[in-house]
Each structure stands twice: as C-alpha cells, then as structure tokens.
C-alpha cells in the first residue's frame, strides 16, 4: 500500500506520539511515576458560590504533567450525589518560568456557580502523555451562607452641621448588618437643589462615619445622602438631610445657632434620587469584580467618575507633609465667589483689619472673615492651615501658635455630660487669654465649662444649669515658661491643677449635675469671644503656644483634618516654625522639632549622640519614647508564607508599661498584625480583613527584667503566651483567614504612629531592649546591614562591651553571653590559641563544622549515599551530622544522623515523606561507637557497633536525594531555628573517622571550611 508523502508524515508523528506515552507508562511502571498528585492543597471561601483552590508541587514533578484537573462533588449526608463539576488548569511554560528545579511550582484556580452552604469534596490530578495521574486526599469545603452575598444596609441619614461659611460637618451611623459582609468605606453624594440638576459623588472613599466638606458656596441649600459599600457592592442611598451654609455675616459673627436644617428626606419621596440608586447599584453589580477600582455615578445618566483607593505609607517623622489636603480631588465644590464690591483696604499695622463688617467686606482666598464687635469693623483672618501675609503659606500646626484672635475648633465634648477631664501644656505670652471653651451657646447663655488666664491665674468655670463653680489657681503662670493644667469635672464637683501644685476644687451650685455641649470644642479663642466675657471672665483670646491636648485620656491631634482633628480655626500659626533652623545632623540624620522649641536628630542604625556624629556597633537594641526609636527588617520569604500562619517570640526587657513591640500591617486593607504593651499587659491584636482579634496576657509583665512573649495566630484564631503565664486564646470577627502585611516588620515602634490601623493599639514607642526575634522559627537579624531604623541604641548588656577576642561573636542569653569562637581559638571569651593541631575535634553542644566542597557535597545527593563515622557523646540528645534543609519543610530534601534520647536516629525525605530508622540503646556512654548508615532510593539501612541492621524507607515515590547548602558535623549555627525545632543543640562529645564510601575519608579540621567552638578531643 503506498502513502502519500503527507500521510507518511503524520503517521510517523502518531507513532513517535504513541511511543513516547508507552515510554512513559513503562516509566510509572518501573516506579519512576512523574504524575503524582500535589503536595500541598488549600481551600479558601470565597463568597456564597465560589472558593478559590490553591496547590504547590515540586517543580521536577512538573516535567511531564499538561494540566491539572480539579473534582468538586457534592456531598449530601456523608456520601457523594450527582456527577463531579470539573474544571481543567493547563500548565503552560510561563507558569514555571523562573521557579527553580528544586524549588515549588504554585497554581490557583476560582471555582463560581456553587450552591451556597453546600459540602463539597475536592480532589486534583495531574494529566499528561502518560495519562491520569492519582488524585490527591479529598479535602472538604463549604460556600458560604447567603449572608455573604448581600450588600450592606442603608446608613443613616446623616446629621449635618455648617462649621462656616464653607465647610460643613457631616457624620452618620452604619445600617445594621443583618449578616452582610463588612462595610469596606463609604459614598458621599451632595445636590444644591436650587443650583443643581443631577447629584455629584466625591471621588475618595470615606473611610471612617464623619467627614469635613470644604470649599462650599455661602449661604447655599446643600443636601447630602451617603452609601455604605462591601465586596458585594453598595447598598441603597440613606435617607437625604441637608442644611443651608452660613452667610459670610453669620460666619463671621460665629452664629452657629441660626443654622437652617433641613429635615431627612426618605427616597420615595422625589423621583431624582429613586434614579440615582437604581443608576449606582446597576454601575455596581457590573463592576465590583474589580474590587480595587470601584466606581460611582455623578448622577442619572451622567458618566461614572473612579474612585481612588485610599492607601497608607509609613513615612518618617521629619519628612511627614505639612500641607493641608483638598477636601476632595476632581469635585469642585463650589464655583469661584463672584466679583462683587472692590476689597476694602486694611487699617493700621494689623492685617486684615477692616472698617466694614463683613457683609460689606470680601476676603481673600484662604481666609474667612470675622466681625471684630470691639471696633464696629471686621476681620480677615488666615483659615485653619494657612499663613503669611496672604494667607498663601501652609501651617501644619502640630504645635499652635495663638495671638490673641486666633482659635481652634474641635468636635463638642462627647460622653463629658456627667464627667470629663482635660489638661493642656500650654507657654503664655500674655496674662490674659481664654484657653478653651465649650457649651450648651455660642455667647455663653446655659450650660459650658471654660478655661482662662486672668491676671496671670488660671480661672476654670463650669456651669450645669443651676450656677456656675469657679475655681482659680493659687499658683501663678509665668509668661514664657511651660506649664501644665489639669480640669476634672465630676457631677457638681470640680478640681483644678496647675502644674505639681496642689489642686483646687469647689462645686457648682443647684443639684443639676449634668452639661450639656453642643457647641465646637473652641482652643485658644472663639469666633464669639466677645460674648463670652459673662461666662468664661474675659473676651480676649489666648495669646502663645499650646504643646498638647488631652480629652478624657485621649490625645488630640491638634492638626487641621484630614491630618489632624481640629476642624476649622483662624490664623493659627506654627511655634516650632525656626527650632531645626541652624541644625545639622550627620550620617544621614534629621532634624525632628518635638516641642516649640526643642528637637532631637534622628540618626541612622549604627549611629547615635545629639547630631549624629557617634557611630556604634549594635549589640542588643534599645529603644527609647522620647527619642522615637524604631527598627524595621524585611521579611526572611515572601508574604505566601506567612498568609495563613505566623509566629512570633520576642524577648523583650521593659522599662516602661506602655510601647510598641511589633508591627505590620498592609496598605491596602484592614489586615495587621501587632504586640505591645498596654498598662504593662502584653496586648496581640491581629485582623485579617473581616475583624480585629485581641488577646492579652492575664497579669502585667516587671519592668527592669527579661520576658519572652510568644505569639502565633493561624487563620482566625489566636494564641498569646508570656513567661509561664495561662496561655491565652482568641478568635478574629468574621469570614476572612490569611493577613497580608505589605510593610516590613517593625520593632520597638513605627515612624509614622498616625498612619497605623485604629484597632492596632500602636500609639507610642516601646522604652526597653529587645534581645530576639523569631518569626516561624526564623531568627530575624537585629544587628546586621539588614536592619533599618533611627535612635536604636545598645542596652547595657555585656555584648555592647565587644567581651569576645579573636573575631569571637557574642551572643547575648539574657543578662548573659556566649562566645562563640572560630576554629583555631577557644576559651570563655576566645583569648586562648590553639597551639597543636587538633586531630580529633570536641564539640560542645554549641560548635559545629562546616563543609562546602563540591567534591564532598555531591557524595551526599543522588541515588545512593554512604556515611560512616566514630562518634562519642556524654549527653543523650544532639546532632551528628546534616546536609540539606532540616526536617519540619514540607517538600524539602535532608538527610541527618543524631542522637536522640540514646539512640541513634537516621532519618531521610526525598520530597514524598520522611524515612526514621532507629538503633535503640544507651549510646551516651561516653564511649566510642561506630554508626554506619546507607541510602539506597528510598530504603535505607543503620547499624551500630555491628549490631543488628535496622531496615527502613521513606514514603512515596521518590528516590533521589536532591539539596542544595553545606554539610554540618557536629551541630550548625542557630540549630533549633534552622532545623524547626527537631534538633535543639549539637553533640556534646567528639567525632572521628568520617568517610562518604569505603574509600572517601575527609580530614574534618583540614577540609572544614568553617566551624565555631571546636576543641581537642582528649583520647
């Protein structure tokens, strides 16, 4: 039969085709099956009807596989129904392209249309030439419940207050969640109903429930309504409330009091708004599958505008931005004020002083005018943020500079009804000057409380509706000198504290006990000050510097919002505005002002003195508050290797109660991870996405001495251990299981305490020493290149004296030290020579020998390995001898000989399973003995002292012996982190006569290319 040239080839294909698959079979047949199943599977729910399958398999299993093939079968009473939904994932050339041979190939795979809260088993097999390879252990998972699929509940209508003339205050409350996913952030949407046809979306997401509108037209009718979004999608508008802005008279006067509100409008109520959600959720269920880039309408028809993702970064403190933020980017608010009368001049050497109130008088941009009541005229002030003599400069104020009309505006005093206490570090430039104020008015009509300077003394009044208390201070303020003060209020009961003098107390009269606050927390001055001589015993304004603010416990951020908390203020200044000038700090230092007229260098890991110019080596770190010390390192692998699971222990030794261990948290998410102190407790706090775990230890921890504190969290749950405390346990809100940190780790503190998460528990540095981290049973370096930071000291540790001679490496054991010595030294501290070679080496517990010969390296992989050695050992447990990644690493080839509780252990894993032969007896004896351990595939065999022959063989399928690293003999450095805790410390004896084959000997001194600790071993 003759064939054409084209057939002839495609049969010949069809044979190679066949041939090959056939090689391959006989190849599974023979036991060098390649389409094993994977080694590692995780499941994940995602929603209500997906979940997400994750595996990792050895890259050299790969070579002849063409895909996975996934099996969901659903489970109904323990048994399987129906016919298995299969998805196929092909393994294409791109998927392993720069994963080593030895390493491990992941794959993934999102698996949708499932029932909700329905069992499902889940198996994978590879498939290949050689045809289905054996499937993996069935894992079980459910979708979630119906819950997860639903988008969240309307907020609240939101309660809106006009600050000024053009800024407006909005808050309001989450629906309920009626089992819904979290709410991610929130949609803000205005109208000017006499303006506007359409509604306009603020661009950014508002992560918290209240927010500051800037850049708004004066008396103008604005309505609001807000949306609260999840992974699901955003949930129907709230009801609309709105309110009329001030005019530029009502601003200007403070007359907070004649705001318009208007009332809560429901949605049915005009057809615009009725469109305008069916237009967003419609935009929604089509584009939330892009969870990082959602988007809204700015009304109906009207074309989506993106919203950008609020994200966090830890910068330094000296290089934190001064400036002020716009209110929103991409929304313009208001259209520019119109042209009307020409700007009168300013009079005299004050600027901004004008001869017409405000309703006659424009005011610049950046500024807000104020009806000076005194002169008949009015008042150009600088608004919150801004400076100079246009008012064009940005002002960060962290430390306010007030001159007599300037103020600051703050939210009403919350929860304060029946109690508050507030104390202020402030420097006067006047005996005169009200210091703060807040009430049930404006102009000081019912219920307030007030703080003020006259004549040099502080004057605290607090009035509860039936008549005011006064309490004056008995002390003096010295102008130009720092003094703290210190209000408390309980019911009718006062007391007031200047400095460390005696307190003042007193009460207020009648028997109402409770204050109502409903106007702005005012510092400084008040737009209204004139009215308030009645109340508060003077009009004029606070005139220096205000360092700190404390309500209730709390520190307020004295920053304009977003950065700050205060809300609105005019011309406040900066005190620290000239403290860094003149200052240079060395080696890469930075001048950070931490009071008006003090600052401290920020200096670099390995340096250290006021301007940087000492440098150090780290020993053990100490941190110190006051100098805002911090450390951070890098993460030892990838972030997939800590989704799940993390571990951590620290040994740490406080001298303060409060300060922060450890760090981490992710820029775009919730996720976090953290350990301080609190109250000297030992707080754990972690979220993975859905809610915040917090755990703490039962007592306090001692200052001046050593802790070790161990924590771990794996998924949702969470374990906290202190010295011998009771473990402590706890378990994250929520669905989500995996953090993802996108920062470096952080120690003793971070450089930016306003960027942390707010749940963290991250406020201020820790004051101490840290000594050792682990995280998964991994040392992270405290004294290497790798560490970053600024202000980390040495503590008082004999390792910051340099105890260790001859290149010696000290290494600290809490308030001790060992040295650990090279090859050639010995002693305590390393000072002793070796003067005769040493022909048999003694080991401590704590040496080891280190080999990296090729030509003795590759006698330990491959098929076939042969070790024998003399060995002699006075304590029962330590290690003889080790090539590759220890044992505890899934997937991860090792061989190792050791002693364990007498016996000697050989122990090996191919990559498919660990093989454990063991020679019972007492062999810690102190006497010579002779081990001899052969691999041969997976089968192994040990005997000792010509004994009887223990036989034994590793799990699966594999047969080679494939590693990468040195040979250790003896022990290997950090033994207990490198080896996952299987082997605490090395052999406690000597070890001779090592050879890799009946004719392969190695000198251990001569060949060793590193050791530490290492002695002559005395016959």
């Known amino acids: 039969m003759a064939f054409s040239p084209r057939k002839a080839t495609v049969i010949l294909m069809l044979l190679l085709m066949v041939g090959f698959s056939g090689s391959l079979r006989r190849t599974a047949e023979n036991g060098l099956e390649t389409l094993s199943p994977p080694l590692d599977v995780e499941l994940e729910t995602l929603n209500c009807t997906a979940i997400a399958v994750r595996w990792r398999v050895p890259r050299r299993h790969v070579t002849a596989v063409m895909g996975y093939r996934l099996f969901l079968t659903e489970v109904r009473n323990s048994s399987p129904v129906g016919t298995p939904v299969t998805r196929n994932v092909p393994v294409h050339t791109d998927t392993l392209r720069g994963v080593p041979w030895d390493g491990l190939a992941e794959f993934s795979m999102e698996v949708s249309n499932l029932k909700n809260e329905t069992k499902y088993h889940v198996t994978i097999s590879a498939y290949g030439w050689a045809g289905e390879g054996r499937p993996s252990m069935p894992r079980d998972i459910t979708p979630a419940s119906h819950e997860r699929c639903l988008r969240p509940a309307p907020p609240s209508a939101p309660d809106v207050v006009a600050a000024s003339h053009t800024e407006i205050v909005l808050s309001w409350k989450p629906g309920a969640s009626d089992g819904a996913s979290p709410v991610q952030h929130f949609l803000v949407s205005y109208t000017r109903p006499e303006v506007d046809t359409e ?74 708004y009725s469109d305008y959600s069916e237009t967003t959720q419609n935009l929604f269920s089509s584009k939330m599958q892009d969870l990082g880039k959602p988007q809204v309408t700015s009304g109906p028809g009207a074309p989506a505008s993106e919203i950008s993702s609020n994200t966090w970064s830890f910068a330094s403190p000296a290089a934190m931005s001064a400036s002020l933020d716009a209110p929103s980017s991409g929304t313009t608010l208001a259209p520019p004020l119109p042209p009307a009368a020409p700007m009168t001049q300013w009079r005299g050497a004050l600027r901004g002083v004008h001869d017409l109130p405000c309703e006659d008088t424009v005011c610049p941009p950046d500024t807000i005018c104020v009806d000076d009541h005194a002169s008949g005229g009015s008042r150009c002030q600088c608004a919150l943020g801004r400076g100079g003599e246009s008012c064009t400069e940005i002002v960060a104020s962290h430390f306010p500079k007030l001159f007599g009309y300037s103020y600051m505006a703050f939210n009403p005093l919350k929860n304060s009804f029946h109690t508050f206490e507030i104390s202020l570090d ?20 019912g219920d307030f409380a007030s703080l003020a300077l006259l004549r040099g003394k502080l004057h605290f009044r607090y009035n509860c509706g039936t008549g005011a208390a006064h309490l004056v201070s008995e002390m003096g303020v010295v102008v130009g000198q720092w003094h703290t003060v210190s209000v408390h209020r309980e019911g009718t009961s006062g007391w007031l504290q200047l400095d460390n003098h005696a307190p003042v107390t007193g009460q207020s009269q009648g028997t109402y006990t409770k204050i109502t606050f409903r106007t702005p927390f005012y510092v400084g001055g008040s737009p209204n000050s004139y009215w308030l001589a009645r109340a508060a015993g003077t009009n004029r304004g606070f005139q220096g510097c205000v360092q700190s603010l404390s309500i209730n416990g709390r520190s307020v951020d004295m920053r304009p919002w977003p950065q700050g908390q205060a809300l609105t203020g005019a011309d406040v200044g900066e005190c620290s505005r000239h403290a860094c000038s003149g200052v240079s700090c060395a080696n890469g230092g930075t ?54 699971f993390t571990e951590f222990e620290i040994a740490f030794w406080p ?121 998964n049973d991994h040392i992270i370096p405290l004294a290497t290149p790798s560490l970053e930071g600024v202000n980390v000291g040495n503590a008082e540790h004999p390792c910051s004296a340099h105890p260790c001679a001859n290149a010696g490496v000290c290494q600290p054991r809490r308030d001790q030290y060992q040295c650990d010595c090279p090859i050639g030294f010995y002693g305590n501290h390393c000072q002793q020579v070796m003067t005769e070679e040493i022909e048999v080496p003694l080991f401590t517990g704590r040496s080891y020998l280190k080999f990296d010969n090729r030509n003795i390296l590759r006698r330990l992989t491959g098929l076939r390995t042969h ?52 020679a019972n007896g007492t062999f810690s004896d102190g006497r010579w003995h002779l081990v001899k351990a052969v691999r041969d595939g997976q089968y192994g065999r040990i005997v000792v002292d010509g004994q009887r022959t223990i036989r034994g063989q590793s799990p699966g399928r594999m047969k080679q012996l494939n590693t990468n690293g040195p040979l250790y003999i003896g022990g290997m450095k950090e033994i207990s982190q490198h080896t996952h805790r299987q082997y605490m410390r090395g052999l406690v004896g000597c070890i001779s006569h090592l050879s890799l084959s009946s004719s392969f000997h190695i000198s251990l001194m001569e060949e060793a290319s590193d050791g530490k600790n290492i002695d002559t071993c005395l016959e």
């Open 426 to 445: 402030f420097k006067a430039d006047s005996e005169n000057g009200l210091l703060f104020y807040c009430g049930e008015s404006e102009h000081g009509y």
């Open 655 to 775: 001298s303060a109660p409060n300060g922060t261990l450890l760090y981490c948290q992710d820029a775009n998410s919730s996720d976090f991870l953290s350990v301080t102190l609190v109250d000297g407790h030992v707080e754990f706090r972690f979220d993975c996405g859905s809610g915040v775990a917090v755990l703490r230890s039962e007592e306090p921890v001692s200052l001046f001495r050593w802790h070790e504190a161990r924590a771990s969290r794996t998924a949702r749950e969470g374990i906290l251990q202190v010295d011998n405390q009771n473990t402590v346990e706890g378990l994250a809100d929520g669905a989500f299981t995996q953090i993802y940190c996108s920062s470096s780790l952080y120690l003793g503190g971070v450089p930016n305490y306003s960027a942390t998460r707010r749940d963290s528990g991250v406020r201020e540095p820790f004051t101490g020493s840290i000594q050792q981290v682990l995280l």
């Open 591 to 644: 001048c950070y002002i931490t009071q008006d007229d003090a600052y401290i260098c920020l200096c670099p890991l390995g340096y250290r003195g006021p301007l940087c110019h000492e440098s150090f080596w780290l020993a053990v770190p100490h941190f110190n508050k006051s100098l805002l010390s911090y450390a951070s390192a890098p993460w030892p692998h990838p972030q997939r290797h800590y989704l799940s």
């Open 867 to 918: 070790v024998q050695l003399r060995f002699r050992s006075s304590a029962p447990n330590g290690l003889l001898l080790l090539r590759g990644e220890g044992p505890g690493l899934v997937g991860a080839d090792f061989m190792s000989l050791s002693l364990q509780g007498g016996a000697v252990v050989f122990s090996f894993d191919l990559g498919s399973g660990l093989g454990v032969l063991v």
């Open 199 to 272: 509604w306009t979306s603020l661009r950014v997401p508002v992560q918290t429930n209240s927010m500051v509108l800037r850049g708004l037209s004066p008396d103008t009718l604005y309505q609001f309504m807000v949306q609260a979004v999840n992974a699901n999608g955003a949930s129907p508008p709230s009801a609309i409330n709105g309110i009329w802005t001030l005019s530029i008279q009502d601003a200007g006067s403070g007359a907070i009091s004649k705001q318009r509100h208007i009332h809560a409008i429901a949605n049915d109520e005009a057809a615009v």
